[in-house]
């Protein structure tokens, strides 16, 4: 199985689960006031660290690196922004261009700066010009080194963990206001897909690339009962291809980023709206192996979803694909098996631009903490020493020829 040439190889993190002491975010305030049971406190030093991550990745071969940028480092209180912290993020991308990673770059990876939630984070409206703001001064400071963008990471994940299901915070369980933060959400991409092209052509630099990464989940009905086939139905409607539509429609989508873990088996118990949008077997019908949070491996489902995004005509970038589990064996099966179904979508003519891992390192993960073990390379939480597993080897002979045995 060939990949194209100038396909892109790489891995992901985003700063709240490496970086550590992001001590101006809502999520530190957050793990504090509930008492997590595993805090991020200096999570992997990556702030610290970042050119050993780095020359991590170059040694595994990758050609690209996704990451992203800490709102509450650079903006620490409303107004205040913070030339050192700029600095560093250009230093690292600076880091990643000198070793011939192209980096990726996310704006809003689930956190916010604890004065931004203050005002009511997401569900206010009226804050929407303070993340253009932010934006503003970063791709600024960036354009020149930076060609693909992520705006929001994974919106709906969002939106389901922190208002819906109330996991993370502000810990909402509310349809209404989850409606209210997507249309929020959906007009901050909008506004700042136009702002990032704006400062390029500005400056007179070439087109960004310029998307955001969705989470996409195969709804599965686990029996064929109307209930079940309707509720998949609505469900891939409203969290799998509505958010990329609406913007389709305001042209503000360069390419499709794609974040793929796994299945929904759909089980509708009761006749509510709540039932109908969220249910999930819990009865294990239709066994698949897990990942060690208990998530479905699907493979398949990877195909299916490319060849869903098809009609939409625009190129697709993998952003993160990943498991977490003590097996290292199983991590390669994972990522053995989901190139396979890449390579077939591709070959039925889906374009695809590269294929990012998550995660390059084990990290802290949400909610979770520090035991989903996600990583090409193991994180030793006591020395900060990272140790590429064999998965990682095996995947870079994969980048390093673009042929998947
Ligand atoms: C995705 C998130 C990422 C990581 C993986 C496991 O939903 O984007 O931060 O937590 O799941």
Not at 56 to 71: D, F, P, Q
Not at 200 to 227: D, E, Q
Not at 229 to 239: E, I, T, V
């Amino acid at each position: 199985m060939e990949f194209p040439k100038d396909f892109f190889w790489g891995a992901a993190t985003s700063a709240y689960q490496v970086e550590g002491n992001n001590i101006y975010c809502d999520w530190w305030e957050w793990e504090k006031r509930v008492g997590l049971k595993e805090a991020s406190g200096p999570a992997c030093q990556h702030y610290q660290r970042y050119k050993e991550d780095f020359d991590l990745a170059k040694g595994l071969n990758h050609n690209a690196h996704r990451l992203s940028i800490e709102w509450s480092r650079i903006e620490p209180e409303q107004g205040q922004f913070s030339t050192k912290e700029i600095d560093h993020y250009v230093d690292v991308i600076l880091s990643l261009r000198e070793r011939n990673l192209e980096p990726i770059v996310t704006l809003h990876h689930f956190t916010n700066p604890l004065w931004f939630a203050k005002l009511g984070g997401w569900q206010n409206r009226n804050t929407l010009p303070y993340f253009l703001r932010y934006v503003e001064k970063i791709v600024h400071a960036l354009s020149d080194k930076v060609r693909f963008w992520v705006t929001i990471n994974e919106p709906m994940v969002y939106v389901h963990s922190a208002y819906i299901v109330g996991s993370w915070p502000p810990q909402e369980r509310s349809f209404l206001k989850a409606h209210t933060v997507i249309n929020n959400l959906l007009n901050t991409h909008i506004k700042a897909y136009n702002l990032i092209h704006n400062i390029y052509s500005r400056k007179g630099l070439s087109s960004p690339l310029v998307s955001i990464a969705k989470n996409m989940l195969p709804f599965v009905p686990c029996n064929l009962n109307l209930k079940n086939k309707f509720s998949a139905f609505l469900r891939n409607r409203s969290y799998n291809l509505a958010f990329i539509e609406k913007l389709i429609r305001h042209r503000s989508l360069d390419f499709v980023g794609v974040n793929y873990y796994t299945r929904h088996l759909v089980d509708v118990e009761k006749w509510s709206f709540r039932s109908f949008m969220l249910d999930v077997c819990q009865r294990n019908h239709q066994p698949l192996k897990k990942n060690s949070l208990g998530w479905d491996i699907y493979p398949e489902g990877l195909y299916r979803i490319l060849l869903r995004l098809k009609k939409y005509n625009l190129p697709i970038f993998i952003l993160e694909n990943g498991i977490c589990t003590e097996d290292d064996n199983a991590r390669w099966d994972f990522i053995y098996q989901h190139l396979k179904n890449l390579h077939l979508a591709m070959s039925e003519g889906v374009r695809v631009l590269g294929y990012i891992y998550w995660s390059l390192i084990d990290n802290f993960e949400w909610d979770k903490g520090f035991g989903p073990r996600f990583g090409l390379a193991e994180t030793d939480y006591n020395t900060y020493k990272r140790t590429a597993r064999d998965s990682a080897k095996r995947f870079c002979a994969v980048s390093k020829t673009g042929v998947l045995d």
